[in-house]
C-alpha cells in the first residue's frame, strides 16, 4: 500500500469516526414516526415489510437487536443505522481520495453530507434510507476504483464487486436501479474501450449482480413460515412474491397509491430549494466548478461527468414519478427522504470541485501550501456552520413523543378489545409497543386498510383466534359481494369485545351507522350497538382527563411525524365537547339544551386552562356559546354569552384568516354585537 493510499484510509477512518461520535449520541431512544415502527416490528417478528419487502434491512435489523447495547428493540436499529450512516459518509471520503488524492476536498464530500438536514436527520432513525446511501457511497467508490485501476485484473475485481453491490442494494431500495442504468452501459464502454470486454466477462458480471439479490429468497420463507404476528402479503407463490417485488399494490412507478399527480417543475423547484437550503450555495458553486474543471481533466473529468449523468435521470424520473402534494408539509418530508440519493452526487461533486480548485490554482499561481489551507478553511467553515445550523433539530436523544403518543392509546383501552387502527402513526406505533416489547397483549391490533386483503385476513385469523372475520376480505366499495364483508358485519361478529377505531373510519362504508354508534374515546372512537344507552355526564367526566399529554401546542414542524402526533392529542382534548355539540344538533328531545350546556362548560374549560392551544378551539367555543343562548337555556346571562362567542370568533379569525367561512363569520360578529347593544339598551332604565 501506497503512501498515498495509507493517507486516504487514516483520513476516510478519521472521518468516519467522528460522524460516528457526531450521530451516536443523537439516537433516537424511542419508536421514531412514519414506517420506522413497522421496519423495527417486522424485524422483531421475522416478517416481511411493505412493499418491496426490504430483506436486506430486516436482517440486518435483526441482528443489530441482538450485537447492539441499547434500551429497546428500536434503539438498536436506530443505533444501526447512526453506524450505517457514518460508513456512508466514509464511502464518499475515499471515493473522493481515490479520485483527487486524501485532502480538504474529500472530507468535505464525505463530512457534509454526514452533517446535512437530511441526511443527519435519517441517520438517527431507523429507515432504510440510511443503508442506501451506504450503497451509493460504495458504488461511488467502486466507480472511482475501476477508473482509475492500472490493469484488467484490477479493473474485472472492481466490476465485480460493483455487480453485486449493485444487486445488493436493489434488495434493499429500488430507486438504485436509476443510477444501476447509467452505471451499466459506462462500465460495459469503458471494458469495450480496454479491449477486456468478453461473453466470460458479461457472464461473471451478471452471476455477480444475481448473487447479490439472495437476499430476496428471506421473503418466501418468511410468508411460508408465516410465524411473524406482522408480515405484509403473501409471497409463497410467484405471482405473489413479484406482486410485492414490484410494488403493485403501491403502483410500480409511483411513490404512493394515489392517483394524483404533480408538476415535474413543481417537484424539480422543491428539489433546487432542498439544496439552496440545506446544502448551501456554496456547495453547489463548488460542484458547478468541479464539472466545469472536469472538461480539462483527461484523467478523471469522465467521473464527474458519469456522476452528474445519475444526478440529472434520477432528479428528472423521481420528479416525474413523486406523486405526492409537496405543497403539504407532511407530504413534502416523505419526498424529500428520496433527494438523499442525488445529495450525495452532489456532495462528492462538491469535494472534486474543491481539490481541483486547488490544484488548478497552485498550478497557475503556486503557493501550493495556502490553497490547501485555504480549502481546509472553506471545508472546516462549512461543516462548523451546517453542524451549528442542524445540530438541534436532528438530535433525537430526548425524542419519545410517539412512543408516548402509542402508550397513552394503550393505556386508555379497556381489557381484551380490538383496535382498528386506520394509517402510519397509530398503526405502526401501537404494533411496535405491543409486538416487540410485549404491551396490552390482551389487546387485538386489526388495520383497516389490511383489511381489504385476502392474505391479511388469513394471516390475522390465524395468530388472533379471538378475531372474528365473516368474510375472505373487507370490502368498503361492495361489502355485499362474493365473500366480502362490510364493517356492520365485522362489528356485529365481534360483540363479545369492545372495538374502537384509532385514527377514525373510511368514509366508504358506512354500513356500521345502522346498527353502532361512535363515542369519542381521545384520539380512538368506541364503537358501541344503538341499543346501548348514552350517559352525557359520565362520558365526559371518563374522558375529561383521559391522558396525560404534556407537549406544548405548535411545538414541532408540520413536517414531523411528533407534529401529527402532537395534534392528535391536542385535538383528542375536544372531541366529546364536539360530540356532544353534534348530538344536541340532531336531536329535539328536552335534553338538547343540557347537551348544549354541557359542551359549551367542556369548551370553556378547555379554552381557559390552556393559553396556546388550535385555533378551531375559539370557534367551537364561540358556536357551543350562541347555541347555548339560543337553546333557551336560563342558567346564563345573555350579555356573558353573546360577548363570549363574539370574542371567540374574532380570536379565531386572528388566529386562521384564511378560513374560506371568513367573512360568513365577520358577519356574524357583527350581528353578535348588535344583538347585544340591543340587549344592553333593552336593560338600561
Not at 409471497?235 to 417485488?245: A, D, E, K, P, R
Not at 490553497?371 to 425524542?399: E, F, P, Y
Request: aromatic share 10%.
Amino acid at each position: 500500500m501506497s503512501t498515498e493510499q495509507k493517507k486516504s484510509w487514516i483520513l476516510t477512518g478519521a472521518t468516519v469516526a467522528c460522524v460516528a461520535a457526531l450521530y451516536v449520541p443523537c439516537v433516537q431512544r424511542t419508536v421514531p414516526g412514519g414506517d420506522s415502527g413497522e421496519l423495527i416490528t417486522t424485524a422483531c417478528e421475522l416478517g416481511v415489510a411493505h412493499p418491496p419487502g426490504y430483506p436486506l434491512f430486516t436482517m440486518l435489523a435483526y441482528l443489530a437487536m441482538r450485537v447492539l447495547p441499547s434500551l429497546s428493540p428500536a434503539h438498536s436499529v436506530n443505533l444501526m443505522s447512526s453506524l450505517l450512516g457514518a460508513a456512508a459518509s466514509g464511502a464518499l471520503c475515499i471515493s473522493v481520495c481515490k479520485l483527487t488524492g486524501p485532502g480538504p476536498g474529500a472530507v468535505l464530500a464525505g463530512g457534509l453530507f454526514a452533517v446535512s438536514r437530511l441526511s443527519w436527520q435519517w441517520s438517527v432513525v431507523a429507515e432504510v434510507f440510511t443503508v442506501n446511501n451506504c450503497f451509493v457511497g460504495l458504488l461511488f467508490f467502486l466507480i472511482a476504483s475501476f477508473h482509475c485501476a492500472e490493469n484488467a485484473t484490477q479493473r474485472r475485481k472492481a466490476a465485480c464487486w460493483g455487480a453485486l453491490c449493485c444487486g445488493l442494494g436493489l434488495c434493499n431500495q429500488h430507486t438504485l436501479v436509476l443510477y444501476v442504468l447509467v452505471i451499466i452501459p459506462w462500465v460495459l464502454h469503458r471494458l469495450y474501450y480496454c479491449r477486456e470486454l468478453s461473453l466470460r466477462g458479461l457472464l461473471s458480471l451478471g452471476l455477480c449482480f444475481l448473487i447479490g439479490f439472495l437476499p430476496y429468497v428471506y421473503l418466501p420463507i418468511s410468508s411460508y413460515v408465516n410465524t411473524a404476528r406482522w408480515s405484509w402479503g403473501d409471497q409463497t407463490s410467484l405471482s405473489g412474491l413479484l406482486t410485492h417485488l414490484l410494488r403493485t399494490e403501491y403502483g410500480t412507478f409511483s411513490l404512493a397509491k394515489t392517483e394524483s399527480s404533480v408538476n415535474l417543475t413543481t417537484m424539480l423547484k422543491a428539489q433546487l430549494d432542498h439544496c439552496l437550503a440545506d446544502l448551501t450555495p456554496p456547495v453547489l458553486v463548488l460542484a458547478g466548478t468541479g464539472l466545469l474543471l472536469s472538461l480539462r481533466d483527461r484523467m478523471h473529468g469522465s467521473v464527474s461527468w458519469l456522476l452528474t449523468t445519475m444526478l440529472l435521470v434520477y432528479s428528472l424520473f423521481f420528479a416525474w414519478r413523486a406523486n405526492l402534494n409537496v405543497g403539504s408539509p407532511l407530504l413534502l418530508g416523505v419526498v424529500e427522504r428520496f433527494w438523499l440519493q442525488s445529495d450525495a452526487a452532489v456532495c462528492v461533486l462538491a469535494g472534486l470541485g474543491l481539490s481541483r480548485t486547488h490544484s488548478e490554482l497552485e498550478r497557475r499561481l503556486g503557493y501550493g501550501g495556502f490553497w490547501k489551507a485555504t480549502s481546509w478553511v472553506i471545508t472546516t467553515a462549512l461543516m462548523a456552520h451546517m453542524v451549528r445550523t442542524n445540530h438541534r433539530g436532528c438530535d433525537q436523544s430526548r425524542n419519545d413523543v410517539v412512543e408516548r403518543f402509542a402508550k397513552e392509546i394503550l393505556a386508555s383501552i379497556p381489557t381484551n378489545s380490538i383496535i382498528l387502527t386506520r394509517g402510519d402513526l397509530p398503526g405502526n406505533s401501537l404494533r411496535y409497543l405491543h409486538y416487540c416489547q410485549g404491551e396490552r397483549p390482551d389487546v387485538r391490533l386489526v388495520d383497516q386498510e389490511m383489511m381489504t386483503y385476502t392474505w391479511y385476513v388469513a394471516k390475522l385469523a390465524q395468530h388472533h383466534p379471538g378475531v372474528n372475520f365473516p368474510g375472505l376480505w373487507w370490502d368498503p366499495s361492495h361489502p355485499k359481494g362474493k365473500d366480502t364483508f362490510s364493517l356492520e358485519q365485522f362489528l356485529s361478529r365481534n360483540t363479545e369485545r369492545d372495538v374502537f377505531a384509532c385514527i377514525g373510519l373510511p368514509d366508504g362504508d358506512p354500513s356500521w351507522k345502522r346498527s353502532f354508534s361512535r363515542w369519542p374515546l381521545g384520539v380512538c372512537d368506541y364503537l358501541v350497538p344503538v341499543q346501548r344507552q348514552f350517559h352525557p355526564e359520565d362520558w365526559a367526566r371518563r374522558t375529561r382527563n383521559i391522558y396525560n399529554w404534556s407537549e406544548p401546542y405548535d411545538r414541532f414542524h408540520p413536517k414531523l411525524w411528533e407534529h401529527v402526533a402532537n395534534e392528535e392529542m391536542w385535538q383528542a382534548r375536544m372531541k366529546t365537547a364536539f360530540f356532544l355539540f353534534d348530538l344536541a344538533g340532531r336531536i329535539q328531545a328536552e335534553g338538547r339544551a343540557r347537551l348544549f350546556e354541557l359542551s359549551y362548560n367542556l369548551y370553556k374549560e378547555l379554552v381557559e386552562t390552556h393559553s396556546n392551544y388550535p385555533s378551531n378551539w375559539d370557534k367551537n367555543l364561540a358556536l357551543a356559546c350562541e347555541k347555548l343562548l339560543r337553546s333557551g337555556h336560563r342558567g346564563y346571562s345573555p350579555d356573558d354569552l353573546l360577548s363570549c362567542s363574539a370574542r371567540h370568533f374574532s380570536l379565531y379569525l386572528e388566529k386562521d384568516p384564511g378560513d374560506p367561512q371568513g367573512e360568513a363569520i365577520r358577519s356574524a360578529v357583527t350581528h353578535l354585537l348588535k344583538e347585544r347593544d340591543r340587549l344592553h339598551h333593552r336593560q338600561t332604565p
